[in-house]
Structures are given as structure tokens and as C-alpha cells.
């Protein structure tokens, strides 16, 4: 426009004032991994956008994509074997304040460690056999030593265990300076579980009761078998088990397993009878008591040549047997009524 003279324009101006944000310093760590090249970011400054830039050189402006703020990782999948990039990120508020992360170069290799124990391993073997397998022309080590690889990066290696927690700290590098590191606790438990059967103080018994409870206490978190039958215990490591008897000899293994796979047994022999009988005799007396009543002998025990000789018949009746005497063979036959 012509401005005539004499003429005084006037003109007015509309001035925002934005209160600059204070931006954290942003570090990026760019490392290579199985999926791709991970970037992972320190901080997040609320507000921004944040901008992944790969480039070949180390100027240069290529964005692959927005940084998940969310997440705080991002995984360049497009990235090709022994391929080299700079990476950064590019951040702004869309207004005044912009900036940039630190660079990192990378060449990416397909970064992994196969192996075929986890993380909180429970053994009770002081002996651990390890297996796996690292990319090809990469090194291994498991606590600073050296694991000799195969030409395709597998390893196989024992080690051996102290006793509680033991911490294996693998790292696996290569010549670009990719680097891996993963920590694996591996805890080594050889003492067997407590176990304690509480209401039988000799491993043998003797009832004419058809069964019998029996009362355990062991560790928490053990299995508990009783003639390979699962016995459900409680938190604090009681449990309790109806025995069933049959007549004569019972025989029963109690086993407490721990998570290693430490045992500890107990063996018990209850012997079921229809009825106890409690017999005193002695030598030269007629007179027998049997549960505590008073029989009298036909005929007293005696010593005869250093051996003490007992009425067999008055012994045999007293224990529910039948008693024949066999005339023609000369011999007796005792039957013990089932």
C-alpha cells in the first residue's frame, strides 16, 4: 500500500508470551537385540514429542518414527544384519522448545543368549550343567570366565554350587561393540526337610484297633506321601492321616519331598492284633496270669539242658489257637483260628 504524506499509520501488534518449559537432558541407549536395534530413553519431558532419527552418517536428519512415551523402548525392526546407523532422538513442545538427544552408533547384530536354565533355578545338585547358544562370532562369559563356543555359537559347561543363592552374571560381546548382560540366580538347597511323626515315639506299634491317626510335622511347601498317597498339609507344615490296619503286619513309608527334590523318610510297622494278650509265667510256679487274671498250669514251666520249656497247649489256647494232639504221627498240630 502507498502511504500519502501528512499520514500517521498506526499499527498493533497481538504478543503471546510462552513460558519456556525446563527440558531434562535426554540420553538415548541404543543396543542391538533378537528383535531389532532396542532405544531405550532415560527421561520423558511431559508434553513433548519425541522423534527417532537413523541416519548412515553422523549429521543428518532421517525420522523412522514417533518414540513411544509410554513405553520408554522402542525396537528399529527394519534393521539389516551387521548394518550400521547413528541413532538419536529429536524432541519438541511445537512451540519454542526443541532439542536433542545424545548420538549412538550401532551395528546391529541379531543379539541373543539361548540357555537352558531360568531365573530362580531351585537344585539340589551342586552340579549344574549348562547348554545354550550365542550368535556366531560373538564371546560368552559367565562370571568373567571365558566359555568355549562352537563355530555355531554353541556352548555347553558345568559348574559347580555353594550352597543358598548363587548369582550367574552372563555377558556376550562382539567385535562392534554390542554387548548383552544377563543375571541368572541359581539357588542350591541340599538339606532335607524336617519331618517328625508326633504321636509315635518308636518306629513299631501295637493296637487292635483298625486304624490309626497318625500326626505329622514337617517343613511348609513339601509334599508328604504315605505309601505314595498325597497328605495334604497345612501352612505351618502339620498334617494328620488315617491309617487304615489290616490284620498282622503294616508296613508304612513316609516320605517329605522339599522343591529341590531333598527327601527325608520315616518307616513305621504297626502290628494289628484281634486282642492283646499280656502272659507272665515263671519257672517252677503253676501259676500263670493272663491280662491280669490267675490260671492255673498243668504243668510248671521248667529248665531243662539250659533251655526253658513253656506248656505249649496252655500258650497256644491263651492266643485263641486250637490244639490237637496227633496220636499216630506222635506230633501236635496247632491251628490259630483265623
Known amino acids: ?97 526443541v532439542g536433542w538427544s545424545n548420538t549412538q552408533k550401532v551395528t546391529y547384530r541379531k543379539f541373543f543368549l539361548n540357555i537352558n536354565i531360568k531365573d530362580g533355578l531351585l537344585t539340589n545338585n551342586e552340579k549344574l550343567v549348562i547348554s545354550g547358544s550365542v550368535p556366531v562370532d560373538t564371546k560368552l562369559s559367565i562370571n568373567d570366565k571365558i566359555i568355549p563356543l562352537s563355530q555355531n555359537g554353541v556352548f555347553n559347561v558345568t559348574l559347580y554350587l555353594n550352597e543358598g543363592e548363587n548369582k550367574l552374571i552372563f555377558k556376550v560381546w562382539d567385535d562392534f561393540g554390542n554387548i548383552l548382560l544377563k543375571e541368572i540366580k541359581v539357588i542350591l538347597d541340599t538339606k532335607p526337610p524336617n519331618l517328625e511323626i508326633l504321636n509315635f515315639v518308636e518306629n513299631y506299634f501295637e493296637t487292635v484297633s483298625e486304624s490309626l491317626l497318625i500326626r505329622l510335622k514337617t517343613d511348609p511347601d513339601v509334599i508328604v506321601n504315605v505309601n505314595g498317597i498325597r497328605v495334604n498339609i497345612d501352612q505351618s507344615g502339620f498334617a494328620e492321616y488315617l491309617l487304615n490296619l489290616n490284620l498282622g503286619r503294616n508296613e508304612f513309608l513316609i516320605t517329605a519331598t522339599d522343591l529341590a527334590g531333598n527327601q527325608s523318610k520315616k518307616n513305621i510297622i504297626i502290628a494289628r492284633f484281634r486282642k492283646i494278650i499280656i502272659m507272665e509265667l515263671k519257672v517252677g510256679a503253676k501259676t500263670a496270669i493272663v491280662n491280669d487274671k490267675s490260671l492255673t498250669l498243668d504243668v510248671p514251666p521248667q529248665i531243662i539242658s539250659g533251655r526253658t520249656l513253656v506248656p505249649i497247649r496252655f500258650i497256644s489256647e491263651a492266643f485263641g489257637a486250637e490244639v490237637i494232639w496227633e496220636p499216630n504221627s506222635k506230633s501236635i498240630k496247632i491251628t490259630y483260628k483265623a
Open 1 to 97: 500500500f502507498v502511504i500519502q504524506d501528512n499520514v500517521v499509520l498506526e499499527i498493533y501488534l497481538k504478543v503471546q508470551v510462552i513460558e519456556k518449559k525446563e527440558i531434562i537432558p535426554l540420553k538415548i541407549n541404543a543396543k542391538s537385540s533378537q528383535d531389532g536395534v532396542e532405544i531405550e530413553v532415560s527421561d520423558i519431558t511431559p508434553g513433548y514429542s519425541y522423534f527417532i532419527n537413523r541416519t548412515k552418517s553422523i549429521e543428518g536428519i532421517n525420522f523412522l518414527n514417533m518414540f513411544p512415551i509410554d513405553q520408554k523402548l522402542y525396537i528399529d525392526k527394519t534393521a539389516q544384519e551387521r548394518s550400521t546407523f547413528n541413532y538419536s532422538l529429536f524432541f519438541t513442545d511445537g512451540l519454542l522448545g
